[in-house]
């Protein structure tokens, strides 16, 4: 879906032609957003403007050796796009990344950067709120990495857009009692024990 914005119009790749670009890429990566969330229901159920990929801060310059020649711009707070140059390390409140085959392109991709400490993956907005590595991400019937859909809830639990209520939605089915447990704890210390997510969590 292409979509218009003040820094040039969006025009997503689509799940496919992603997971393909990202073969060369050494360390982990997982598909995020709402592809990740469809991802973990096993369905798809609505239009995406972007398309997100998630990386460990640590690995961020193996995304810029495997796509070669692609131009890169880092979301500088509170909100403006400057390029990011070849072997720059993004200072630590820079969590977004655009990126294009080149200047007259649209952009096609964007990159996410999250913390570790040891082999814990930490919460960017608080960062009591940890995970093991190992059960950050989940791999489809396809062979596509994903963020785990009570990760990928936290992060859409502050704004719940209409798209994220949708997904909240469709997800809440299938999220598991030990998911559905980290998750209330979760949005209830980063949201507030109000969150009327949580509140659905707690009701079953």
Known sequence: MRTETPWGPWDPLSLPATVGLLAPLRGPWWIAG??????????????????????????????????????????????????????EILPADVHDIWCRPGPDEPWRVQFMLDDVAGEDW?????????????????????GVPYVVPEVQLLYKSRSRRPKDERDFAAALPVLGDDQRAWL??????????????AARLRAG
């Open 122 to 142: 930490v919460f960017r907005r608080d960062p009591r709120i940890r995970l093991p590595l190992d059960r950050l991400g989940a791999v489809s019937g396809d």
């Open 34 to 87: 709402g592809y990740a969330v469809e991802l973990a229901v096993g369905r798809a159920f609505r239009e995406h403007g972007d398309i997100d990929v998630l990386l460990l801060r640590r690995d961020q310059l193996a995304v810029q050796r495997a796509l070669p020649g692609w131009e890169w711009w880092a979301a500088d707070p509170p909100g403006t796009l400057r390029p990011w140059n070849p072997g």
């Open 184 to 197: 209330t704890e979760t949005i209830t210390l980063a949201e507030g024990a109000d969150h009327p997510w």
